[in-house]
């Protein structure tokens, strides 16, 4: 038996590649999500900090979870960002190749962008513990450049979710996404989902079982 549910290490064409069991249930994320004391960001946006690229809080966070099948605290979180890019919040600044942000911006924008990963990982398990796809799969690469959140195959028919919560800064992020990207050549879902339809646990909003029920819904819709 192997260590850490590691089930397989590969290396091919200078590649590295990682398998891990990842088998949670949704029941234990929910009651990771339950302890959970979130707390939204006050004040103002950073401005300096705000709207700049800066290396993705996506990657630190499901590295976290592949880590330890735990999702990680706002703190944890935000200190392994820290230290991945090098910074130092102590000073109020933090260089990132050698160009200076913001730290109280930065650590504002991992705050608002911490539920939503929280959100995004836990309807993946409950589409899954569903039973009523025959895939469902979740690539962060996929997620970050192409703006798909998760891919299902339902009815032996493979669609692209776009997943947001229906508020103006979603719509506009999700107005920005579309230009960028060219979806013509997949079936992409756009799963709308009004946030007075959220379930909280904890601190935390989340899907529910009727948005499964919508996104078969929409999937029926556009056979």
Do not use: I
């Given at each position: 038996m192997f260590l850490r549910k590691i089930e397989d290490i590969r290396i091919s064409n200078k590649r590295i590649s990682v398998t891990r069991e990842a088998n949670i249930s949704v029941a234990e994320i929910e009651r990771q999500i339950e302890q959970i004391d979130y707390q939204p960001a006050t004040g103002e946006k950073g401005d300096r900090s705000e709207n700049v690229k800066v290396p993705p809080f996506i990657q630190v966070f499901y590295y976290l979870f592949f880590a330890n099948l735990k999702i990680p605290t706002e703190g944890i979180?935000?200190?392994?960002?820290?230290?991945?890019?090098?910074?130092?919040?102590?000073?109020?600044e933090i260089i990132i190749e050698g160009k200076s942000y913001e730290a109280a911006g930065l650590k504002k924008r991992l705050n608002r962008t911490y539920p939503s990963l929280i959100r995004d990982l836990h309807f993946l398990y409950l589409l899954d513990s569903?039973?009523?796809?025959?895939?469902?799969?979740?690539?962060?690469?996929?997620?970050y450049y192409n703006g798909l959140d998760l891919k299902v195959t339902y009815n032996n028919k493979e669609a692209f979710i776009s997943l947001f919560i229906d508020t103006?800064?979603?719509?506009?992020?999700?107005?920005?996404?579309?230009?960028?990207?060219?979806?013509?050549m997949i079936h992409e879902i756009e799963l709308n989902v009004a946030f007075r339809s959220l379930s909280k646990l904890g601190s935390i909003y989340v899907l529910n079982e009727q948005h499964i029920e919508l996104l078969e819904n929409l999937l029926n819709e556009t056979k």
């Open positions: 979180f935000w200190s392994t960002y820290l230290k991945w890019v090098g910074g130092d919040d102590e000073k109020g569903s039973q009523k796809f025959e895939y469902v799969d979740y690539s962060m690469l996929r997620d103006s800064r979603a719509r506009y992020f999700k107005e920005k996404k579309t230009r960028r990207h060219d979806y013509s």
